[in-house]
C-alpha cells in the first residue's frame, strides 16, 4: 500500500522500508516503540531469574575442593521448579552469560538428575 498512487493512508507512507542484512537496525525493532521495550523489560526480567537461580545454586550447593560451589540438576529441579517452570531454560542462558558450568547440551528430568552443575 505504501507504493500505491491511490491510497490516502497516511500512516503506511511514515512506516520505514524495509532493513537488509548488515543495517544495524536490521532484525530490531523501531527506537522508542512498545516493541522495544517490551523487550528490554524481558531482558531485565530473564536476568533477574538469571541472578536468583545462582543465589539457589549457592544456597543449596556444596562448595568443592576448587572453591566452586555445585549441585546435581536433580536437587536443583526439586528446589527450582516450586519457584518457576522455565529451571533448564534459565539454565542455559545461565550458561551463555558464563555463570554456570555442565556438561551436555540440554538437561532433561529423570535421565540427567545426577548431571553436576557447577556456580562460576
Same mark, same amino acid.
Given at each position: 500500500?505504501?507504493?500505491?498512487p491511490f491510497s490516502s493512508d497516511d500512516r503506511l507512507?511514515? &512506516?520505514?522500508? %524495509?532493513?537488509? @542484512?548488515?543495517?544495524?537496525?536490521?532484525? @530490531? /525493532? /523501531?527506537?522508542?516503540?512498545?516493541?522495544?521495550? @517490551?523487550?528490554?523489560?524481558?531482558? $531485565? %526480567?530473564?536476568? &533477574?531469574?538469571?541472578?536468583?537461580?545462582?543465589?539457589?545454586? #549457592? #544456597?543449596?550447593?556444596?562448595?568443592?575442593?576448587?572453591? *566452586?560451589? $555445585?549441585?546435581? =540438576?536433580?536437587?536443583? =529441579?526439586?528446589?527450582?521448579?516450586?519457584? $518457576?517452570? &522455565?529451571?533448564?531454560?534459565?539454565?542455559? @542462558?545461565? #550458561?551463555?552469560?558464563?555463570?554456570? *558450568? =555442565?556438561?551436555?547440551?540440554?538437561?532433561?528430568?529423570? &535421565?540427567?538428575?545426577?548431571?553436576?552443575?557447577?556456580l562460576l
Open positions: 500500500q505504501r507504493k500505491n507512507a511514515s &512506516k520505514p522500508a %524495509h532493513t537488509h @542484512r548488515g543495517d544495524p537496525a536490521y532484525g @530490531r /525493532p /523501531p527506537e522508542g516503540s512498545r516493541t522495544e521495550q @517490551r523487550g528490554k523489560d524481558a531482558h $531485565s %526480567h530473564v536476568g &533477574k531469574e538469571v541472578e536468583e537461580l545462582c543465589l539457589i545454586i #549457592r #544456597r543449596t550447593g556444596e562448595v568443592g575442593e576448587d572453591g *566452586h560451589v $555445585s549441585v546435581t =540438576f536433580g536437587q536443583l =529441579f526439586e528446589t527450582y521448579v516450586t519457584i $518457576s517452570n &522455565k529451571v533448564v531454560g534459565i539454565l542455559l @542462558r545461565a #550458561r551463555k552469560h558464563g555463570l554456570v *558450568h =555442565f556438561d551436555g547440551e540440554m538437561l532433561w528430568q529423570g &535421565k540427567d538428575d545426577d548431571v553436576v552443575i557447577t
